[in-house]
C-alpha cells in the first residue's frame, strides 16, 4: 500500500550516486511509460540524477503511488466533440489537463496549449472517473496530454503552465472515417463461437467514433437466473394466473438487460509498475469506482480470484454488472460461472454476470483504449436454467465454475 504522491511534494528519493535515499522535491512525473519515472530537484541542489523510477521515491516513509492510473490513452476525431476520461483513485473535479505538442516536456513553459486545439478541456466532470466533455482538436495528429491535480505548487493554478508538470499519456486525434448510407463498414459481425449454447444472451457493444460489434458470443452467470432482484412488487404490476397455467412453484421475472457505459479495469502491474495484465482482475473494492451515472458494467479478466467475488467488488464499486474475458483458447467452451456455495449462494450475488470468450473479449478491451465511451447492450433473451453439473438441455452441457 502505498501514498499520492504529487508534483511539488517533498519525498525521499533513491540518490543514485550511493544508493541510499536522500531529501528532494518532486518536479514533473511522467506517467505514460510501463515504468512511471518522477525528476526531482534534491534538497542538497545536486544537479545529478535528478530523473528516477518512479517507484524508487517515497514520502513519510511510505512508497509512493500515482494520483492518476498509469499508461493512460486517449483519442479523439479531428473537429467533432470529444470525450477524455481520467481515471485515479484520489482525484476530483477540480484537476484540469492541457494539451500540447508530442515533442514538448510538461510542465516546461514551452508546452502550451497546442493551436490545433480549438476547444480545450474544461472542468471535468465525476469523481475518481472524471470526464472531460465537448473537447475539439481540428488536426489529426498525436499529441501529449499533461495533468494538473488541482494543487497549488509555488502559488501557480490552473492558467499556470508549469502547474501541468505529469504526463497522462498520447492523445490521437484521427479523421472522421467516410461512409454513405448503402455501408455499414464499422459494423463488425461476430459468429465465432455463436451456436444454441450461447443462444440466450444478446451481446453488442458500441464506439462512440462509429464502431459497432454485434452479435458477439457471451454465457451468463448461473446466478442472473435470480436477476434483477429486490424489486418490492406493487398491485399495479400484479398478474393474475389461473391454476392451470401455472406448473409447479415456478417464479416469472423479467430478463436481465443492461445498457450502459462499459468500464475496462486497469491493467495489473506488480510493485515496479510492471503490466502482468493488459486487463485487470477487478478482485478487490479498492479499484476504480463506477463513474457517477446509471448503467455502468465493469469489464475484467477470468483469473486470481472467484467469479463471484468479482461479482460482489463490482457491485460495491457502483457497478451494475460484469462482463469477464476468458483467458482460455476459443476452443475450449465459456464456463458457467457459479457460486462457491451452490446454488443457494448463488441468490444473495448482487449483479448479473457474463462471461466472453478471448479473442472477443481482447477486441473489445482493444476498442477501449481507443475510444473513452464504449456502451454495451447485454440481455438474457432467455433464461438459462440452473442444472446439475453435465446434465444439457438446449443450451448445452453445463460446466460450472466458481474461478
Known amino acids: 500500500v502505498g501514498i499520492s504522491c504529487d508534483v511539488g511534494d517533498a519525498v525521499d528519493a533513491v540518490y543514485d550516486g550511493d544508493g541510499l535515499f536522500h531529501a528532494a522535491t518532486i518536479r514533473s512525473l511522467d506517467l505514460s511509460l510501463l515504468a512511471p519515472e518522477v525528476t526531482v530537484d534534491w534538497d542538497d541542489a545536486s544537479p545529478s540524477y535528478r530523473t528516477l523510477l518512479f517507484a524508487n521515491a517515497r514520502k513519510s516513509g511510505v512508497a509512493c503511488t500515482a494520483l492518476v492510473v498509469g499508461g493512460q490513452v486517449f483519442g479523439l476525431t479531428t473537429g467533432e466533440p470529444g470525450v477524455l476520461v481520467v481515471t485515479g483513485l484520489d482525484i476530483s473535479s477540480t484537476i484540469r489537463l492541457l494539451i500540447t505538442d508530442s515533442l514538448e516536456t510538461c510542465g516546461d513553459l514551452s508546452a502550451t496549449q497546442h493551436t490545433a486545439v480549438s476547444i480545450p478541456p474544461g472542468a471535468g466532470i465525476g469523481a475518481d472517473v472524471i470526464n472531460f466533455f465537448d473537447v475539439v482538436v481540428d488536426t489529426a495528429g498525436i499529441y501529449k496530454v499533461c495533468f494538473w491535480s488541482g494543487q497549488s505548487v509555488?502559488?501557480?493554478?490552473?492558467?499556470?503552465?508549469?502547474?501541468?508538470?505529469?504526463?497522462?499519456g498520447p492523445l490521437t486525434v484521427v479523421n472522421p472515417t467516410s461512409t454513405t448510407t448503402t455501408t455499414t463498414t464499422l459494423a463488425v459481425p461476430f459468429s465465432r463461437r455463436r451456436g444454441l449454447s450461447y443462444e440466450s444472451v444478446s451481446l453488442s457493444v458500441v464506439g462512440s467514433k462509429g464502431s459497432v460489434y454485434e452479435g458477439l458470443t457471451a454465457n451468463p452467470a448461473a446466478w442472473n437466473v435470480h436477476l434483477p432482484g429486490g424489486v418490492a412488487k406493487t398491485c399495479r404490476r400484479c398478474q393474475s394466473y389461473s391454476l392451470?397455467?401455472?406448473?409447479?412453484?415456478v417464479q416469472v421475472k423479467e430478463t436481465n438487460r443492461l445498457a450502459g457505459k462499459l468500464v475496462p479495469e486497469p491493467p495489473e502491474t506488480d510493485g515496479n509498475g510492471t503490466v502482468l495484465s493488459s486487463l485487470g482482475f477487478g478482485c478487490t473494492t479498492s479499484g476504480v469506482p463506477a463513474p457517477p451515472a446509471p448503467r455502468m458494467l465493469l469489464l475484467l479478466a477470468r483469473g486470481v480470484c472467484t467469479f463471484e467475488t468479482k461479482a460482489q467488488s463490482a457491485f460495491l464499486r457502483g457497478f451494475s454488472g460484469i462482463l469477464v474475458v476468458d483467458f482460455r483458447p476459443d476452443g475450449a467452451p465459456l464456463p458457467d460461472m457459479a457460486a462457491a456455495g451452490g446454488a443457494d449462494a448463488e441468490a444473495d450475488v448482487p449483479v448479473p454476470g457474463w462471461v466472453l470468450p478471448s479473442s472477443e473479449g481482447e477486441d473489445i478491451r482493444l476498442l477501449t483504449s481507443m475510444d473513452s465511451m464504449v456502451s454495451v447492450d447485454v440481455e438474457d433473451v432467455a433464461r438459462k436454467p440452473r442444472l446439475a453439473t453435465a446434465l444439457s438441455d438446449a443450451y448445452g452441457v453445463r460446466a460450472y465454475m466458481v474461478q
Not at 509555488?154 to 499556470?160: M, Y
Not at 392451470?244 to 412453484?249: A, L, R, T, W
Open 244 to 249: 392451470s397455467d401455472v406448473e409447479g412453484n
Open 154 to 168: 509555488g502559488g501557480l493554478g490552473a492558467g499556470d503552465v508549469a502547474s501541468y508538470a505529469t504526463t497522462l
